[in-house]
C-alpha cells in the first residue's frame, strides 16, 4: 500500500476504529478519508443524519449521500475526564459536543472538540476538521471556525455592535 497524501497520527495506543465497511456508513468514513463531510439526502431533498433506512422525515426509501459545508455551532457539549478507553486516556479532558450544522438546521453531528473547555458557550461557532487516524481511517473533528460570517461579531468586538 502507498503512504496516504496526509499525515497519519501517530496514537499508541490506537483508536478504536469502526467497520469501515459498513454498509449504512461507508460513504460517510470514504467521505472523511477525503475531508468531505457527507449526509444521507432522500429523493426528495431532505438531508438527515444518522443514516437510517428511511427518511426520517418522509419515509422515502430512496437515498443517496451528499456534501455539506462543515460550519456549524456548539448546540451542547461535555467534558471528558477520565475515560476507560486507553486511546482516549492521553486526550482528558477533552470535549465532546453536539454541533448543529449552521447551513442545515437541526443537522447534528456529535464529535470530539479540540477547543478550549473554559473558552466553550452555547452558540461558538465551529468547523469541522478531520483526524487522519491510519491510512484507512479519519476521523471528523470540531474545532474554532476563525472565519465570522458577515453577521457575526468579530473577535472583541461586542455582539450587537
Not at 502507498?2 to 460517510?28: E, G, K, Y
Not at 438531508?47 to 459545508?69: E, I, M
Not at 478531520?130 to 457575526?152: C, I, R
Amino acid at each position: 500500500m502507498s503512504d496516504p497524501p496526509f499525515p497519519v497520527t501517530d496514537r499508541d495506543p490506537p483508536f478504536p476504529v469502526p467497520d469501515l465497511a459498513d454498509p449504512d456508513f461507508a460513504p460517510f468514513w470514504q467521505g472523511c478519508r477525503q475531508e468531505r463531510l457527507l449526509v444521507r439526502r432522500c429523493g426528495r431533498g431532505h438531508l438527515s443524519w444518522p443514516p437510517r433506512p428511511a427518511c426520517p422525515r418522509c419515509q422515502d426509501l430512496s437515498q443517496d449521500w451528499q456534501q455539506v459545508d462543515g460550519a456549524g455551532w456548539l448546540y451542547s457539549w461535555t467534558v471528558v475526564h477520565r475515560t476507560p478507553l486507553p486511546a482516549f486516556q492521553p486526550l482528558t479532558p477533552y470535549v465532546v459536543g453536539v454541533v448543529e450544522l449552521t447551513a442545515h438546521p437541526g443537522l447534528r453531528f456529535l464529535g470530539r472538540c479540540q477547543c478550549d473547555p473554559r473558552q466553550l458557550r452555547i452558540g461558538t461557532p465551529l468547523r469541522v476538521t478531520f483526524e487522519h487516524v491510519t491510512a484507512e481511517f479519519s476521523l471528523p473533528l470540531w474545532q474554532y471556525d476563525n472565519e465570522p460570517q458577515d453577521n457575526e461579531p468579530r473577535d472583541n468586538e461586542p455582539r450587537g455592535a
